[in-house]
């Protein structure tokens, strides 16, 4: 089976093309395409909505014809039709969405509404081949939640951010920090070179029963000591970037820990593996601590290559490939879903053909 998806829920178009491997689990990527938005938004230090939209529409088109002859197939030879229809930008999220349904329409081919953070749950199991049931850890620009992934649609979250996603703590301290859009590259690359003991930040709660998130009180903490410093030097940059991320890192490895106590305790059984997605997922850091975590838990750590952890066509086209598999298909009409919880997915109605 191939199935071409397509994802313009923020600044990045994309298209791929995504088959299954015969007799095996996992599957094979035939082609990637993305389009970075990054040049458009610089200049407003972050993803304006309405251009986003405008460039998703300029490019689409090019970029699907693009993708399937990266795939060397015809538009006829695909079996399904996968778009992002939310979480993310409302405006962006209509163009792909209304995208797919016309090419599913025309070609006479079953349309697959995917929901983008269950893209990023699934990855693991195009790239590694990863059994349920397993625990993900999803961190981006606009999310921040751990989730325990039972199944194809049965997703049950464990925590969440309480106010800033991780993504927007990092890109809202890199701006204070009048550091280039997007903030977060940037704040990994200087901690490099600075001190992570020069400021106590606060480690929001680090130790608390459950396993949410809370970024707010960090952020401030880091705005408080850049005015008590006024103009900041080179080297005051570096060590507020250290110690910053340390402190997200902390908070990351705690409220994980707590979310692994959690799974074992209510699904009766340890999860196969702790998996992380999205853009923030890309962080080497937040990284290199989890797989300390991992082996500290007896876990398995899974992290698909920083390509498929960003924004990218080939995680839609394989959460489509494996509803596909199951039969699990929507309407025509499925409607955009600004705000789509991934745990709200066992109340979703559409499973008839198109």
């Known amino acids: 089976m191939r199935v071409l998806g397509i994802e313009t829920t923020c600044d990045e178009t994309a298209v791929a093309v995504v088959s299954e491997r015969l007799g095996e689990a996992g599957g094979e990527i035939l082609s990637n395409e993305v389009l970075s938005q990054i ?42 039709i996968a778009a992002a229809a939310g979480p993310g930008l409302i405006g962006g999220v209509l163009v792909g969405l209304t995208a797919g349904k016309a090419l599913a329409l025309a070609l006479g081919k079953p ?8 893209a990023h749950a699934l990855t693991a199991r195009l790239t590694d081949r990863l059994d349920f049931p397993f625990l993900a850890l ?10 325990a992934v039972n199944g194809v649609g049965d997703y049950r979250r464990l925590g969440s951010t309480v106010d800033d996603a991780a993504g927007e703590a990092f890109d809202k301290v ?15 690359k200087l901690a490099l070179e600075g001190d992570a003991h020069r ?3 606060p480690r929001p709660m680090l130790g608390r029963e459950g396993a949410d998130f809370s970024l707010s009180g960090l952020k401030t903490a880091v705005r408080q000591e850049v005015l008590k410093l006024q103009t900041p030097n080179k080297q005051d940059v570096r060590d507020l970037a250290a110690s910053f ?27 196969q ?28 750590f899974i992290s698909p290559p920083a390509a498929l952890c960003a924004d990218n066509g080939a995680i839609i086209a394989w959460a489509g490939l494996e509803r596909l598999k199951r039969g699990l298909t929507d309407d025509l009409d499925f409607a955009p879903r600004p705000r789509w919880p991934l745990d709200a997915e066992p109340s979703r109605s559409h499973h008839g053909k198109a």
């Open 174 to 188: 890199a701006k204070m920090l009048e550091l280039p859009y997007p903030g977060g590259p940037q704040i990994e």
């Open 273 to 300: 593996g702790l998996v992380i997605g999205g853009g923030v997922a890309a962080n080497g850091a937040i990284r290199r601590a989890l797989v300390r975590l991992c082996a500290e838990c007896g876990l398995r």
């Open 111 to 118: 349309f697959i509404a995917i929901n983008h953070l269950e």
């Open 199 to 201: 400021f106590n930040f």
């Open 245 to 271: 991320q340390a402190a997200i890192v902390d908070v990351i490895v705690d409220r994980v820990r707590s979310g692994v106590r959690l799974f074992t305790e209510s699904e009766g059984r340890a999860p």
């Open 39 to 80: 040049a458009r938004h610089a200049a407003y230090g972050g993803v304006v909505p309405e251009i986003a939209a405008r460039a998703h529409i300029d490019v689409l088109d090019r970029l699907i014809r693009r993708a399937l002859e990266r795939a060397a197939i015809e538009a006829k030879d695909l079996d399904a």
């Open 138 to 147: 999803l961190i981006s620009g606009g999310h921040t939640q751990l989730v």
